[in-house]
């Protein structure tokens, strides 16, 4: 278990902020993305807490995510509408655009954040939850090989909706279900706690 801490924290360490794992175009994407600033930010960072911050969240992840809305394997109906249009380079390239930028980030509640970072960093084996910066690295930096996106500075409303999503079936990770296997191990208190946590992660 420490080896595989390890490795993950030093490939999540190998690509931040960069975008070598992408095939897109930072540039084209920039000049793509004006319709997305309405709702994710002119930079990036989000102001509405339903909404996710994409800054520096991983150009795989945002990629992948886009065709999951294009397909319907996840469903919005904003998104749903946004992407119909888009194609997959468009994809790649709003993907690298928006890991090109830096993640300003929030601040973190100060009644949860602790409960949350032991949750974080520590898991609790008694229940079967793994530590999440086993795959979302000890800074919350992600993991752009694995397309696992980057949870620091994100907002802790729309992490809770996530987590939600995925006990209720509603979001899936692909085939081995990782996250919704964990996110039904969770109480709501657990998933408010890291959610601050990550909230306030730089």
């Known amino acids: 278990m420490k080896r595989f801490l390890i490795l993950a924290a030093t490939f999540t360490g190998a690509v931040v902020g960069g975008t070598a794992w992408s095939a897109g175009n ?6 793509k993305a004006v319709v997305c600033h309405a709702c994710h930010g002119a930079n990036g960072n989000s102001v509405n807490p339903q909404w996710p911050s994409l800054a520096g969240l991983g150009a795989g992840y ?6 999951n809305f ?5 469903q919005n109906p904003i998104m749903s509408a946004n992407v119909a249009a888009l194609t997959p380079q468009d994809m790649e390239d709003l993907g690298a655009y928006f890991d090109s930028l830096v993640n300003t980030g929030l601040e973190a509640d100060p009644s949860y954040w602790k409960a949350g970072q032991q949750l974080y960093r ?9 530590a999440c910066m086993g795959c979302h690295g000890p800074t919350g930096a992600g993991n752009e090989p694995g397309k696992i996106p980057a949870l620091r500075g994100q907002h802790a409303t729309y992490v809770i909706k996530q987590l939600q999503d995925y006990a209720s079936g509603a ?10 296997m964990i996110a039904k191990r969770l109480t709501a208190d657990d998933m408010r706690n890291v959610a601050s946590y990550v909230k306030g992660m730089r």
């Open 70 to 74: 294009k397909s319907g394997k996840r």
């Open 26 to 31: 930072v540039q084209s994407g920039e000049t």
């Open 122 to 130: 520590g898991g609790d084996t008694a229940r079967g939850v793994p």
């Open 171 to 180: 979001r899936g990770t692909g085939p081995n279900g990782i996250m919704q």
């Open 62 to 67: 945002i990629t992948e995510q886009l065709q």
